[in-house]
């Protein structure tokens, strides 16, 4: 699960990049100097740490996400000049981007506009994305039309190209055009910009984190609600602070300001519905872990995720549901409850499931 966090310059997206990585100041680029930061995030997941308390196995694993940190960009209110394109093709290998604004008032942090609007600021990032697929088409139709020769497949693949042009000069994106499965699948290669799902993380102050208020909240909710565009407000500067500090006093802190989900978890819950993805649990005294599948995948599948071997010689697949076992406490009790089930290979996995794999190869 690979994710682009883009935005424009002083937006705090740097820093949320290190509450998601747990990296310091001194090993990213600070967003600005056109060199992407990546890095891995846990996922927090209280099924993993229950289990851990019931097993003591000797690793824990938990999900991880792939983040890549692009540098923020600067887009001039009057001409709409900006240099974002040659950042932005660092995040087209990401799976989905979220779109970091910043809403939080400072006098030390200069916003490159006038005035705080996050809302502006979504739009102003979206031209710019939709602005570099732009770019992408002209390119790869001058290529092939300045080509030795011009083949059948070639003029197949201008016409698709200059239909996504055209929708995308008309303010649409690759993501919601109209296409078939097959043309779909032609494009994948460009990794269209527009056609990733998004997410916006609003980047508050203290008081605005308590007043839940601050410029177009309203309207951009509005938008985001008709566009299915998961919205999280999160105040990225003091989570950063409560998360450096021994765990006791995380706790404290975070009563104290009212956060009930770490940012951490929060954002990866949203990405998880966002790209339709769960986790299934593998449990013994050597390791607890988390995988990340797709929702609707099926045993035998889920079972590749750990090893091809496991997928290719399959029979059974014992499952347990983690309400069962973090209810009664212990395995042996959900056997005797009869809640262990057998499950085939076309069982499709539930989000929360743990499993062990009988195979044969």
């Known amino acids: 699960m690979k994710i682009g966090l883009v935005g424009l310059n002083q937006t705090g997206k740097t820093t949320l990049f290190r509450l998601l990585t747990g990296k310091d100041e001194s090993s990213t680029s600070g967003g600005g100097k056109g060199t992407a930061n990546i890095g891995t995030g846990i996922v927090p997941d209280e099924r993993v740490d229950f289990l851990t308390g019931l097993y003591k196995p000797k690793k824990i694993t938990y999900a991880k996400i792939e983040l890549t940190d692009v540098a923020g960009f600067a887009v001039s ?3 709409g000049n900006s240099n974002a394109a040659r950042f932005l093709n660092d995040v087209r290998g990401c799976d989905a981007l979220v779109h970091v604004l910043r809403a939080f008032e400072s006098d030390s942090v200069v916003h490159g506009f006038d005035t705080l609007d996050p809302m502006r600021d979504f739009e102003a990032v979206k031209t710019e994305l939709l602005f570099a697929d ?5 390119k790869r139709i001058g290529r092939i039309k300045t080509g030795k020769k011009v083949t059948k497949e070639n003029e197949k693949e201008i016409a698709l190209l200059e239909r996504c042009f055209a929708w995308l ?7 919601d055009m109209e296409m078939t499965e097959e043309e779909r699948l032609e ?7 527009t056609e990733k799902p998004a997410l916006i993380v609003v980047n508050v102050d203290e008081s605005q984190w308590e007043s839940k208020q601050w410029k177009n909240a309203t309207e951009l909710k509005s938008l985001c609600t008709e566009q299915s565009i998961p919205l999280i407000e999160l105040c990225v500067g003091v989570e950063l602070e409560i998360s450096e500090l021994p765990e006791d006093d995380r706790v404290t802190f975070m009563e104290d300001m009212g956060i009930e989900i770490p940012g951490v978890a929060a954002l990866a819950m949203a990405v998880y519905e966002l790209l339709g993805l769960i986790s299934f649990l593998t449990v013994g005294e050597d390791e607890v ?3 990340t599948i797709e929702s609707g995948t099926v045993a035998r599948k889920a079972a590749g995720k750990i090893h091809t071997d496991i997928e290719r010689g399959f029979i059974r697949a014992e499952v347990v549901k983690y309400a ?9 009790k959900v056997k005797e409850n009869g809640l262990f089930k057998l499950e085939g290979k076309e069982y499709v996995v539930a989000d929360g499931d743990i499993i062990n ?3 044969n190869v």
Do not use: K, P, V
């Open 77 to 79: 209110e009057n001409s």
């Open 134 to 138: 732009l770019e992408m088409i002209e």
């Open 169 to 175: 000069e008309n303010g649409g994106t690759i993501l």
């Open 187 to 193: 494009i994948r290669g460009f990794a269209f910009l």
């Open 289 to 291: 872990r988390a995988w």
């Open 324 to 332: 069962d076992i973090h209810e009664l406490g212990a395995m042996a």
């Open 357 to 359: 794999f009988r195979f």
